[in-house]
């Protein structure tokens, strides 16, 4: 399948820092960037999502940026909990097809 | 929020059988539903996309008679993994985009698919 480009496939930050995950895409007809979370043996749950025509979003401690012209949208997540730890992968339209995720851990 | 329900959750066969798992879409009609197998630590990588009432469109490299897809209602779809192989284990997770509900996608819950 095709998959997103996705850095870095593992990332560890202390608590209370900040983490960003990065993907990359190809095509310019995906309109459509979320980014999920999965803990282990569960399901991958939304997190965030953004539209082509918006450069940034943001909900708490969670946002996601586009850049169109690069073709890449990054995850920042600020103020780290441990609970954050987690696989992350972003995906985009039109066949969703995902990144190769991000496991991060957030050490206490 | 949408539901999808992934049934069973586990299974443990034999070399040779034939599995199949079941992904339901609770309270939506979705007329898309994807497959994705997933192996420890990896991504989710999409076998097929399954269309109600139609042929499913299946990803290169994976084999459309080994893995059956059928989505017979706008609340339905089943994956039959046929003649199970012990390389056929793997996490298999099925999500469903809501008809006309735009682009968000709700997994369900994967089947751990075990082959002895």
């Known amino acids: 399948g095709e998959n997103v480009e996705q850095h870095p496939s593992t990332l560890s930050v202390q608590e209370g820092d900040s983490a960003v995950i990065k993907c990359t895409y190809s095509?310019?007809?995906?309109?459509?960037f979320p980014w999920y979370k999965q803990e282990l043996g569960k399901r991958p749950q939304l997190i965030i999502d953004?539209?082509?025509?918006?450069g940034e979003k943001k909900d708490q401690r969670i946002a996601v940026t586009l850049n169109k012209t690069a073709k890449h949208f990054s995850l920042h997540i600020t103020e780290t909990q441990p609970e954050d730890s987690a696989v992350y992968f972003c995906?985009?339209?039109?066949?969703?097809?995902f990144g190769t995720g991000t496991s991060l851990t957030v050490i206490p | 929020g949408a539901v999808v329900s992934q049934h069973p959750s586990r299974v443990i066969c034999k070399s040779g059988t034939s599995v199949k798992i079941e992904c339901r879409s609770l309270?939506?009609?979705?007329?898309?539903m994807f497959w994705y197998r997933q192996f420890p630590k990896q991504s989710l990588m999409l076998m097929a996309t399954?269309?109600?009432?139609?042929?499913?469109?299946?990803e290169q490299g994976v084999e459309k008679d080994k893995f059956l897809i059928n989505h017979a209602s706008l609340t339905l779809s089943t994956l039959t993994v046929t003649s199970a192989h012990p390389e056929d284990s793997s996490f298999y997770i099925c999500?469903?985009?809501?008809?006309?509900?735009?682009?968000?996608?709700?997994f369900g819950s994967g089947t751990q698919l075990s082959v002895l």
């Open positions: 999500s469903a985009a809501p008809t006309g509900g735009g682009e968000k996608l709700f």
């Open positions: 095509d310019s007809a995906s309109n459509y």
């Open positions: 953004i539209r082509s025509n918006v």
């Open positions: 995906a985009k339209r039109n066949q969703f097809y």
């Open positions: 309270d939506f009609q979705a007329t898309t």
């Open positions: 399954s269309n109600e009432g139609s042929k499913a469109t299946y």
